[in-house]
């Protein structure tokens, strides 16, 4: 399983997305508008590329 670790500005883990949260919130949270939504892709690709 894919996960992303979240870390403060000291470098400690304050949480964990898995690649299933980002793709639930993009699909069951649309971006409302097209500037919103090419921000979303954007961070998606970026986070394709981490997990690949």
């Not at 894919?2 to 993009?26: P, T």
């Amino acid at each position: 399983v894919h996960r992303l670790m979240v870390l403060n500005a000291e470098q400690k883990i304050v949480g964990i997305i898995s690649l299933s949260d980002i793709l639930r919130h993009l699909v069951l949270e649309p971006p409302a508008s097209a500037e919103a939504h090419v921000s979303s892709l954007v961070i998606l690709l970026s986070i394709y590329k981490i997990f690949s």
